[in-house]
């Protein structure tokens, strides 16, 4: 059997069976956007890893070094957003090859430190290697959480509401157009500027998860980075439910209307499984909904909306599309092996 035949969470979850040897202290392990443990008893330390490989997640020649470095934090930092945590420290391994150049190492550094200050972030280790296939960037990001705070992906309750920050599908169509610009020239460019903008520098939502932990409603989160609908199977799958969204309801980026129709490519379907937009999915018990949007508008003027609701598992993940039709919504979106 190859790994293609299973995929990556096929795989994950071969790697995931007996990895507790000593579960004393430990509240999440493989599973969730962080694996947690108690560092006292009412105090959480959160800790994930996001490794990132020339030519499979990045080109080198749509972003500048500064540009990848940034993001490489900044996709880590999502992950504790996700849980309702604070990002503390962060360890970085680097591969490269012997003739990669020490400017561009350079910046590269320089835009993780420029995440790593926006962020309160400390680098505090790491580890250098030669790649001789490339570069490699990983990075292990610890962060906290107070224990009635912390967020996960496994406890959605049949009958919340489906929430989503921000807007979706900007990311994935701004990486069309890095990787096929020149086709595009009709595309304004401020329009061009803002989706590529979405892809390569995307903003996590740490003070948005911080507000839905704080007012304790949000009984699931998740970050989107491989497309809702693929991270709302995630939850689903966590939690043993299904779900139902509304198409009408999903959130698309204003501009990607105008670049979905000049690259064909339907705005939906690169909202739904694009992919590295880095907003937060989450799920609320309906009466709390309304509050948590007006206070998030309030205080950060951040949009959110409800997508749909949870389901009973028998009810499957489904979604009534644009004509009222009810169809399956396919779990697809980024899977490495299985493009
Ligand atoms: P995310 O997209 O939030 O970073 P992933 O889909 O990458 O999460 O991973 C899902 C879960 O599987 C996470 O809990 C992650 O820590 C775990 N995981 C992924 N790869 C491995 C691995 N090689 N060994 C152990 N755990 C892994
Ligand atoms: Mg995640």
Redesign the pocket.
């Known amino acids: 059997m190859k790994i293609s035949d299973i995929g990556?969470?096929g795989?994950?979850d071969r790697?995931?069976r007996d990895?507790i040897i000593n579960p004393k202290n430990i509240l999440l392990?493989?599973?969730?956007?962080?694996?947690a443990y108690y560092v006292s008893p009412d105090k959480i330390a959160l800790i994930?890893?996001?490794m990132l490989v020339e030519n499979v997640h990045f080109t080198l020649s749509t972003c500048s070094p500064r540009q990848l470095g940034k993001k490489s934090l900044a996709v880590n930092i999502s992950?504790i957003a996700?849980m309702g945590g604070i990002p503390r420290h962060a360890l970085l391994s680097l591969g490269a090859s012997s003739d990669a150049s020490v400017e561009f190492i350079d910046q590269l550094a320089e835009g993780i430190k420029e995440e790593a200050r926006l962020f309160e972030v400390n680098v505090i280790g790491g580890d250098t290697v030669r790649s001789p296939l490339g570069l490699v960037i990983n990075i292990t990001l610890i962060g906290e959480v107070e224990l009635d705070l912390v967020v996960k992906r496994s406890t959605a309750k049949p009958g919340d509401l489906i929430m989503v920050t921000g807007e979706l599908g900007g990311s994935a169509a701004g990486l069309t157009l890095l990787l096929e610009g020149e086709k595009y020239f009709s595309i304004p460019l401020n329009i061009a500027e803002k989706v590529k903008s979405a892809h390569l520098s995307p903003v996590p939502r740490i003070k948005e998860g911080r507000i839905i932990a704080r007012e304790k409603i949000a009984t699931s989160m998740?970050?989107i980075?491989?497309g809702i609908a693929s991270d709302l199977t995630?939850i689903c799958e966590a939690s043993a439910v299904g779900a139902k969204i509304y198409a009408s309801e999903v959130p698309i980026f204003p501009e990607v209307k105008e670049v979905g129709r000049l690259i064909k490519k339907d705005p939906l379907a690169l909202a739904l499984y694009g992919g590295e937009d880095y907003e937060l999915l989450f799920t609320v018990s309906p009466e709390k909904a309304d509050n948590i949007i007006k206070l998030i508008k309030k205080e950060l003027d951040t949009k959110v909306s409800i997508i749909g609701e949870i389901r009973d598992k028998q009810e499957s993940i489904k979604i009534e599309d644009l004509k009222g039709r009810v169809v399956d919504l396919q779990p697809k979106g980024y899977n490495h092996f299985r493009r």
Do not use: M, N, Q, V
């Open positions: 990556e969470f795989l994950i790697i995931s990895t392990g493989i599973g969730d956007d962080c694996a994930t890893c996001d992950d996700a998740i970050d980075s491989d995630r």
